[in-house]
């Protein structure tokens, strides 16, 4: 393995640091037998196979309990890694670890092989870990955030390999959410004393990398059942990104309406459109902008996007109630527009008799909202 591809490899796990770790470094080594599967992590999404852990012949999908003093010692090269560490080990996690009692505690299936996970205690009540060719010390008092998932990304931007350790006592089983809504379960172990710590890992498979099936929520949950934890993993996804129109990719363009399309005095031409979109959203754009709304965020009664400059207009969703959008100029004028499929786009000059307040006012001419406009 070239010094090139171990850089790869370290910068992008750093970006998956724990923070439980403040020790604000990330060990990544690979040895002989590692090097040809590894290439792999950096090009490629990983293997399909579902991961689990073999402690002897179970399969852990809820918590197992591994002795740390019964587990056998690691062979030496896995010693040199943990050498290495405490060498590099700074804020009080790593210099002090004790590298005689590094153990294989556990075997994950990753990219279809059973990788070792091997962890050593420290002198100051913290361990260290390492599972294939990532590793991080961790301190084992209870933080504000004792749950911490990192995740190697796939092409289409999920996560393809997710991994992690926790220090609650009470976790005992692992889910994972897609974005499809298939459940899935993620094998763990909890290694005790002088580690005390929980340790995961879970080979995503290939159904669950494309966009609309990736991992998108792991949860932590107690024996009764009761959820106790939750990481969300942030990524991008490109069927919401705007198309030519403004809209999102996903939007459905065969129930594309256009509420407003007119050129303002100066001749600019003003449009906008609308179309729904998975959710139950209804998503919008015009000329500086767009969005969706949702049962979840509707439109609210003053929430309209307002502009002054050398033209004034008033922009975009009219909450449900509202039947008019009144303007109330300087002079003591108004103008009243009427919302059209749920949305108002107004334009004019900014010279004209400014406008000082908007109104949202219902059927009946009740007002139910103004805003000052400056």
């Known amino acids: 393995m070239t010094d090139v591809t171990d850089r790869l490899l370290t910068e992008r796990f750093a970006t998956l640091a724990s923070p439980l770790d403040d020790s604000d470094w990330l060990e990544v080594r690979r040895r002989a037998g590692l090097g040809g599967r590894s290439r792999a992590w950096i090009a490629l999404p990983l293997a399909a196979a ?28 896995i010693v040199v890694d943990f050498e290495k560490m405490r060498a ?15 153990r294989r505690v556990a075997f994950f299936d990753i990219d279809g092989e059973p990788s070792g996970l091997f962890v050593a205690p ?14 991080s010390c961790n301190r084992t008092p209870r933080g504000p955030n004792p749950f911490s998932a990192g995740w190697l990304g796939s092409e289409p931007g999920g996560p393809a390999w997710i991994s992690g350790t926790f220090l609650e006592t009470e976790i005992q089983r692992l889910e994972v ?29 290939a159904a669950h990398l494309p966009v609309g099936h990736r991992a998108q929520v792991i949860r932590a949950f107690d024996e009764d059942g009761r959820e106790v934890a939750r990481q969300r993993f942030p990524f991008e996804d490109p069927r919401w990104e705007s198309g030519p129109d403004g809209l999102p990719r996903i939007a459905d363009r065969t129930q594309k ?68 959008v ?7 004028s108004h103008t009243a527009l009427k919302p059209v499929d749920g949305f108002v ?5 900014a010279d004209r008799a400014r406008v000082v307040e908007i109104a949202w006012l219902d059927a009946e001419g009740r007002e139910l909202a103004t805003r000052a406009v400056r």
């Open 88 to 102: 590099h080990g700074s804020v009080g996690l790593g210099h002090d670890l004790v590298v005689e009692e590094t």
């Open 257 to 324: 309406r256009t509420p407003f399309d007119f050129r303002d005095h100066r001749g600019v031409q003003w449009t906008l459109v609308v179309a729904p979109a998975p959710g139950e959203r209804l998503c919008y754009a015009y000329n500086f902008g767009g969005g969706c709304f949702s049962p979840k965020f509707p439109p609210i009664i003053g929430g309209m996007r307002v502009e002054d400059d050398k033209v004034f207009y008033v922009c975009c969703g009219v909450a449900e109630g509202v039947a008019t």
């Open 345 to 349: 786009l107004h334009v004019e000059p």
């Open 122 to 135: 420290t002198e100051g009540g913290g361990y260290c870990w390492r599972l294939h060719y990532v590793a």
């Open 50 to 77: 579902l991961a689990a852990i073999l402690v002897g012949s179970a399969l852990a999908l809820y918590r197992e309990e591994i002795d740390f003093w019964s587990s056998p010692s690691a062979p030496e090269r």
């Open 326 to 332: 009144e303007l109330r100029h300087v002079d003591g």
């Open 177 to 205: 959410e897609f974005e499809d809504g298939a459940l899935a379960p993620v094998p763990l172990v909890w290694v005790t004393a002088p580690i005390d710590a929980g340790f995961f890992s879970y080979d995503v498979p």
